[in-house]
C-alpha cells in the first residue's frame, strides 16, 4: 500500500509537467500590431490566450496563427502571416521555411535563428541583437546615436522548463528632451542604472532573463527580470513597460474563458544619486508589488477585465494568497498601503474594429466624486483609457488605423508614505507622464509592399509642471502626495493645474526588412511645447537613420 501511495504521488507530480514549455515575445508594439490585426480580422477571440496581459507565450501565438484563414489576405498578410510562423517555427506544425545558404550548414538554418540546437532534451535558440542609430536634434551641436550589441537565447529543457536570456551593452546619446527626462528622474527610460559615456552620453547593461514552467494543463508560472503591460492600448493606465525590468513571479490560469493573472514583484523604490544627478553605489531601497487581474470572454467578441493591485515599502505574506481581495487585506493591516483597483475591456466589432479602454483607481470617496460640494476633490486620483482601432481603412488593404485618449487626474499614482508611489527606478510604471495630464494619440500604420511599412504617429500632451521644486502640483511621481501642497486646499484641482504646458509631437517612421527580423529604419520627429513659463516655443526638429536586428525600435513619443 505504501508503495503505491509512493507511485502514486510521483505520477501526480511528473504528470503536472508534462506539458510543452515556451519562452514569450518580447513586447514591440509593431509585431504585437500584427497579431492583434489579424485577431480583429477574425471576428472572434482567438482561442488560444487573452490579450489583456502582455507579453504572449510564443506557443499561443503559433496556436492562433494556426487558425487564421489566408484565403481572403493580401499579398502583404499573407507575408506578414509566414513571418509570424517563421519568427516561432518551433511551435508551428506545419512546415516553416528553411534558409537556402546557411553558413557551414549551420548558421542560420532557419531565417529567424543564428543557431538553433533542438533534440529530444534541450531546444535552445540563439541570436545577435544589434541597434546601430544615427541622428541630429536641431537643438543639439552634435550627432546623437545608439550603439548596442548583445545576445538573445531562448528555449526548453526537456520540453518541460522554458527559459530566456538577454544581455546588451549599450551607448547611447538620446535627443534633447529625452536627456532631459534622464537627467531630472535620473534613470534612463526603460533601463534604469546609467554611467556616463562622453560629455553626453549614457553608457548601461540591458538584462533581462526568466524560466517557465507549465504547472499543469491550465496553469504557467514565469519567475524571472522582465517587464509586463496591461491593456490593448499604445499607453497603459494600469501597469506599463516603461519602467526597467524587475523581478517577478507570475501565474497564469485559463479555464474555460477566463484568465486570471497573479503578479508579484519586488521594485527599486529609490535610488541613491551624486551630486550631478548619476546613480551612485549602495543598496536601493526595495518595495513590493501584487497585481490580480480576471480576464472574461464575454461571447466572442467582447472581453472585460477587473484588476486589482497593492504597492507596500515591504513584503508581507498575507499578499502572496493569489484569490483574496486585497483591500480586506489592507485594512487588516492599519491600512499602511496604496491599493487600486480598475477595469478594462476590449470589443471587436464587425471584422475590422475594436473598441477599447482602461479606469484605473487609485482612491475614492464618494461624496466627493458624486457631490457637487466635494467637486475635483484632490482624493479623488484615477486613471482613463479610452481607444479605438480600425483595420483596412475604408477598405484598403494594410492601411490601419489607432486612436486614443489618455488622462490622469493629478496626484494619481503619488502616494503619502514613503516608496509607496506607482514607480520602479525613478520612473512611472504606467504612463511616461506620471499624472495630471490629458493625452490624444493618433496613430496611422500602411504597409504597401510586404517588406516596407509606414508608421506615423501624432501626440497631443496638456498638463500642469510644477512651478518650483518644492510645489507638489500633482504631475510628479516622484513626489510625496502631503508634500509641497500647503496652501491648495483639498478641492478645486483640476487636470492641467500648475504651469500649463501643452505639446504637439509628429514622428514619421519608414521601415524596410532586409531579411528576417532585420531592418532599416528611416524617420523623422518633430517636437513643439508651450508653456506659461516659456517666452516662445520650445520646437525640436529631430532626424535619424538606424538598423536594428531582433530589437524593437525606438520610440520618443513623451
Not at 22 to 33: G, L, N, P, V
Not at 424 to 444: D, K, Q, S, V
Not at 505 to 533: C, E, P, V
Amino acid at each position: 500500500m505504501k508503495r503505491f501511495l509512493l507511485s502514486l504521488t510521483a505520477s501526480l507530480f511528473l504528470s503536472t509537467f508534462c506539458f510543452a514549455q515556451s519562452a514569450y515575445i518580447d513586447f514591440d508594439r509593431d509585431y504585437y500590431h500584427l497579431i492583434d490585426r489579424y485577431e480583429i480580422l477574425g471576428g472572434n477571440f482567438n482561442s488560444s490566450f487573452h490579450t489583456g496581459y502582455k507579453p504572449y507565450r510564443r506557443d499561443d501565438v503559433a496556436d492562433f496563427l494556426e487558425t487564421i484563414d489566408e484565403q481572403y489576405m493580401s499579398k502583404v498578410d499573407a507575408f506578414n502571416i509566414n513571418f509570424l510562423k517563421n519568427d516561432n517555427w518551433e511551435f508551428v506544425e506545419e512546415e516553416t521555411d528553411f534558409s537556402k545558404k546557411p553558413l557551414w550548414k549551420t548558421i542560420y538554418k532557419k531565417p529567424s535563428d543564428f543557431y538553433f540546437h533542438r533534440d529530444k532534451v534541450v531546444d535552445v535558440h540563439v541570436n545577435p541583437v544589434l541597434y546601430f542609430r544615427g541622428g541630429m536634434d536641431a537643438e543639439q551641436d552634435f550627432m546623437n546615436f545608439k550603439n548596442s550589441r548583445g545576445i538573445a537565447i531562448r528555449g526548453s529543457v526537456d520540453r518541460k522548463v522554458g527559459f530566456y536570456t538577454y544581455l546588451s551593452t549599450n551607448e547611447v546619446i538620446f535627443p534633447s528632451w529625452i536627456d532631459a527626462y534622464a537627467k531630472h528622474n535620473g534613470a534612463v527610460p526603460g533601463e534604469g542604472f546609467w554611467k556616463t559615456y562622453g560629455d553626453n552620453g549614457y553608457s548601461y547593461f540591458s538584462a533581462r532573463g526568466y524560466v517557465t514552467v507549465q504547472v499543469s494543463k491550465h496553469i504557467s508560472a514565469q519567475m524571472g527580470h522582465d517587464r509586463n503591460f496591461i491593456g490593448e492600448g499604445y499607453r497603459s493606465m494600469v501597469l506599463s513597460d516603461f519602467s526597467n525590468p524587475y523581478m517577478f513571479f507570475k501565474l497564469n490560469t485559463r479555464v474555460w474563458k477566463l484568465q486570471f493573472t497573479n503578479t508579484w514583484a519586488q521594485l527599486n523604490a529609490d535610488v541613491f544619486l551624486d551630486g550631478i544627478g548619476r546613480p551612485t553605489d549602495g543598496r536601493y531601497p526595495k518595495k513590493f508589488f501584487s497585481l490580480h487581474r480576471l480576464g472574461l470572454n464575454l461571447g466572442k467578441k467582447f472581453n472585460i477585465g477587473v484588476f486589482e493591485s497593492v504597492m507596500a515599502n515591504k513584503a508581507d505574506w498575507t499578499y502572496f494568497n493569489p484569490i483574496i481581495f486585497y483591500r480586506w487585506v489592507e485594512h487588516q493591516l492599519g491600512t499602511p498601503d496604496k491599493v487600486m483597483l480598475g477595469t478594462d475591456f476590449k470589443w471587436n466589432v464587425a471584422n475590422s474594429m475594436q473598441f477599447y479602454g482602461q479606469f484605473a483607481l487609485d482612491e475614492f470617496v464618494f461624496g466627493e466624486f458624486f457631490g457637487q460640494d466635494g467637486k475635483n476633490s484632490s482624493r479623488n486620483k484615477h486613471g482613463l483609457q479610452v481607444g479605438y482601432k480600425y483595420i483596412n481603412v475604408f477598405n484598403v488593404s494594410n492601411l490601419d488605423l489607432q486612436l486614443e485618449y489618455n488622462q490622469a487626474r493629478p496626484y494619481t499614482y503619488q502616494e503619502k508614505e514613503e516608496y509607496q508611489a506607482y514607480t520602479n527606478y525613478r520612473t512611472p510604471l504606467t504612463h511616461p507622464r506620471g499624472a495630471n495630464f490629458r493625452e490624444m494619440i493618433g496613430i496611422i500604420r500602411y504597409q504597401p509592399l510586404p517588406k516596407l511599412s509606414f508608421n506615423f504617429t501624432g501626440v497631443y500632451h496638456y498638463y500642469g509642471g510644477d512651478p518650483d521644486e518644492e510645489t507638489n502640483m500633482g504631475g510628479d511621481l516622484l513626489k510625496n502626495r502631503l508634500e509641497g501642497t500647503d496652501g491648495l486646499g483639498l478641492y478645486g484641482h483640476t487636470i492641467g493645474q500648475g504651469v500649463e504646458n501643452r505639446m504637439i509631437i509628429g514622428n514619421l517612421r519608414a521601415s524596410y526588412m532586409l531579411r528576417h527580423n532585420l531592418f532599416l529604419d528611416a524617420g523623422h520627429s518633430y517636437r513643439k511645447r508651450t508653456a506659461q513659463n516659456l517666452d516662445s516655443p520650445e520646437v525640436s526638429q529631430y532626424s535619424q537613420l538606424s538598423l536594428r536586428l531582433n530589437i524593437a525600435r525606438e520610440d520618443f513619443n513623451y
